[in-house]
């Protein structure tokens, strides 16, 4: 039992430092690339790069989900789970094959797409790669600790390369290469690893069992379809009805929301292992103080994070971005409270109903919110640009939150009050601080910088002493 423990926090470790890392490599990129190149080139290898996720989406088709899912139940039996391994691979190559045959007929027929079929080309080599690659393997046998290595290593050398060779808005093919090398060279490794590692190799078979394994996947596949649509329409719908300087603006909030979002998500991810195991089991009144004390920790992380972002929107674009992107301060605005709703729906959502099998439930929100997302874009994008992007995300969470909140009622009780006063102080606190700072400071990054400090310092201190330190330990477990 202690060793079973004992390896969930090492996971659980591990995970975190490669969520940090996660965070801290793109901060390094994005500040100096959206400077180099542009608001028009950074827009244009954006807007490629939101075409090239639905391609990789079609390729994925729920694969990974259900592999690691399924494939978990039989690690410790090598010859079946060898056997499926090669079943759902197989799955994986045909649905990549139509995936390619897709991107190249819309290459050929849109000639909207002509100045950016390098890019497209370029892009999309990793789908390839993440099919051959077969990562999901080493989550199923939870191999975090080359998974934290490998993407430390692979991303740093994306990193200096992006730097190194990347000079100015005439390098977007080369942005493009060494923007992706990391996630290819990590699949391209893993095609070893596996083999040699976990002696597991994947090979194509006609026996792939479909009428087994397909409907579960297209279920899967159906829920990430309706994701990626809210999470990626708006992208692609400003690069089609506006421009490439509207996708410029919207990426550089969007992309500051995704980076806190992954940050403040990767306490869930941590703990959702335990909080699955203890709505499987049946375990009632544990997992219901399992999910108050992971609510209750998010709750009391983004209400001041979010008001920290508000506060400070301008100062934070002038920071990775620069004065050529100031405009997008109110779309990050928008979508800094949308963070609040995204990260409630994270758990409600994506760890509960998860867990709870509640796979056709979880599609049906997933499609509600990508249907009012995909209206709501085409009704008012033309006239408020990527504000209104902002604007459909904020909404697509809610709505998520709220069928995430209808679909688990009598299921589980939260005892939230203590956690939302906690955080009703926090964010009191972080106002008044970025409030006074910035009228004694007037340097923008100056008055960031000590107003992280000080909210920082403040907050923890009242933390330290009005947080119960019986949920510290709970939430450690």
């Known amino acids: 039992m202690s060793n079973g423990k004992k390896s969930i926090k090492i996971n659980a470790v591990l995970n975190i430092i490669k969520q940090c890392c996660a965070i801290i490599f793109p901060l390094i990129t994005f500040p100096y690339v959206s400077r180099t190149l542009g608001v028009e080139a950074y827009g244009k290898v954006n807007f490629s790069s939101s075409i090239v996720s639905y391609i990789s989406l079609l390729a994925g088709l729920g694969v990974s989900s259900y592999a690691i899912r399924e494939g978990a139940r039989i690690r410790?039996?090598?010859?079946?789970?060898?056997?499926?391994?090669?079943?759902?691979?197989?799955?994986?190559?045909?649905?990549?094959?139509?995936?390619?045959?897709?991107?190249?007929?819309?290459?050929?027929?849109?000639?909207?797409?002509?100045?950016?079929?390098?890019?497209?080309?370029?892009?999309?080599?990793?789908?390839?790669?993440?099919?051959?690659?077969?990562?999901?393997?080493?989550?199923?046998?939870?191999?975090?600790l080359y998974l934290t290595i490998r993407y430390v290593i692979c991303q740093s050398i994306a990193v200096v390369t992006t730097v190194l060779f990347v000079k100015g808005p005439g390098d977007v093919i080369l942005y493009a290469i060494f923007s992706n090398l990391g996630t290819m060279l990590a699949n391209f490794l893993n095609l070893f690893y596996i083999r040699k590692k976990l002696s597991i190799n994947t090979k194509f078979t006609i026996k792939m069992n479909l009428k087994k394994h397909l409907q579960p996947i297209m279920l899967l596949f159906g829920n990430m379809v309706s994701s990626m649509i809210y999470l990626y329409s708006d992208t692609t719908m400003l690069g089609i009805i506006v421009g490439d300087v509207a996708v410029g603006y919207y990426t550089v909030s969007s992309k500051i929301y995704s980076l806190i979002k992954q940050l403040i998500n990767a306490v869930a991810n941590v703990l959702t292992p335990r909080l699955s195991h203890d709505l499987e089991a049946g375990a009632g009144v544990e997992s219901n103080n399992n999910i108050s004390a992971v609510l209750g920790v998010l709750t009391i992380i983004v209400f001041p994070v979010v008001a920290g972002m508000i506060c400070m929107g301008k100062e934070i674009i002038l920071l990775i971005a620069g004065k050529e992107y100031i405009e997008a301060y109110r779309a990050l605005a928008i979508l800094s409270i949308a963070l609040i709703f995204s990260t409630y729906a994270c758990v409600f959502v994506s760890v509960i109903m998860l867990a709870q099998r509640r796979d056709k439930e979880i599609l049906i929100a997933s499609c509600v919110s990508a249907i009012i997302n995909i209206a709501l874009n085409l009704l008012l994008i033309p006239r408020f640009s990527y504000n209104a992007a902002a604007f459909t995300t904020f909404v697509s969470e809610c709505l998520m939150l709220a069928m995430g909140i209808y679909y688990t009622r009598g299921t589980i009780r939260l005892k939230m009050g203590k956690y939302l006063s906690i955080a009703g102080l926090g964010v009191v606190e972080v106002c008044l601080t970025c409030l006074i700072v910035k009228t004694w400071i007037t340097n923008s990054l100056i008055s960031l910088l000590v107003s992280i400090v000080i909210c920082g310092c403040v907050y923890g201190l009242t933390l330290i002493l009005l947080f119960v330190q019986a949920d510290w330990k709970r939430v450690k477990k």
């Open 76 to 144: 410790d039996d090598k010859d079946k789970f060898q056997a499926f391994a090669n079943e759902v691979f197989s799955i994986n190559v045909l649905s990549t094959a139509f995936a390619y045959i897709a991107l190249f007929i819309i290459i050929l027929a849109w000639n909207r797409l002509n100045s950016y079929r390098a890019l497209l080309v370029i892009l999309s080599l990793n789908v390839i790669l993440t099919t051959l690659g077969t990562d999901w393997v080493n989550t199923i046998y939870e191999d975090f």
